[in-house]
């Protein structure tokens, strides 16, 4: 059964750094793409960016592109979300997905994880 | 970027009838690479429709998805209780991979 599990919920202050996962499991990790969506209280989803474990390869929305940084570690199977410094307006919920298709990706976002809520406040 | 205007904003509806959800591109999507989710509150999307029409695994077919190029619908032929949730459209042919702002599906 594939599975994404999200680490538990945050809260920190302005300016304080952070690194979110998501654990990958099975399925064979580094051939799908994995990526990341915010969705700030009681509003739509926001694309953030991707990453193909594989390779590497990141790709960003570039409304995110120098606020966040996404990585991957294979020998782990875990997909990373990281701030350098937080702000308030990063208070959201976050999601990872699995992207269907192997590296074409062709197939949508077909398994979530449940989420990580990351509160920023002073 | 390829901008996804969904329309309506909110629908309500009765069970037992049908729904027809629009999403609208600003541009042509490569492939036809458009999915359709269903998010209700509290959880996780759920991926219904992949491909502009191809139904994910385990989704009724009473729900479908049709449309190519900068139009597409999402259609469930007769709302259960279950369907009645947020529906999100995305594009994931061209990258930033941009989702519309959702249609809510409430009940009448």
């Known amino acids: 059964e594939v599975q994404l599990v999200q680490s538990g919920a945050e809260v920190k202050e302005p300016g304080q750094s952070l690194k979110i996962s998501c654990q990958g499991s099975?399925?064979?990790?580094?051939?799908?793409?994995i990526g990341w969506a915010r969705q700030m209280p009681g509003k739509g989803l926001e694309w953030m960016g991707i990453?193909?474990?594989?390779?590497?390869?990141?790709r960003y929305n570039p409304s995110f592109e120098g606020q966040v940084t996404i990585s991957a570690d294979r020998s782990v199977s875990t997909a990373y979300l990281q701030w350098s410094s937080l702000k308030a307006s990063d208070t959201a919920m976050y999601y990872c997905a699995r992207r269907g298709g192997g590296i074409s990706g062709s197939l949508g976002d077909d398994h979530w994880g449940q989420g990580t809520l990351v509160t920023v406040s002073s | 970027e390829v901008v996804l205007t969904q329309s309506p904003g909110t629908v309500s509806l009765s069970p037992g009838e049908r729904a027809t959800l629009s999403c609208r591109a600003s541009q042509g999507v490569p492939n036809n690479y458009l999915a359709w989710y269903q998010q209700k509150p509290g959880q996780a999307p759920r991926l219904l429709i992949f491909g502009a029409s191809s139904r994910a695994t385990g989704i009724p077919d009473r729900i479908s998805g049709g449309g190519s190029g900068t139009d597409f619908t999402l259609t469930i032929s007769r709302l259960e209780p279950e369907d009645f949730a947020v529906y999100y459209c995305q594009q994931y042919g061209r990258s930033p991979y941009t989702f519309g702002q959702g249609t809510k599906l409430e009940i009448k």
């Open positions: 990453i193909y474990p594989g390779n590497s390869d990141t």
């Open positions: 099975g399925y064979s990790f580094t051939t799908y793409w």
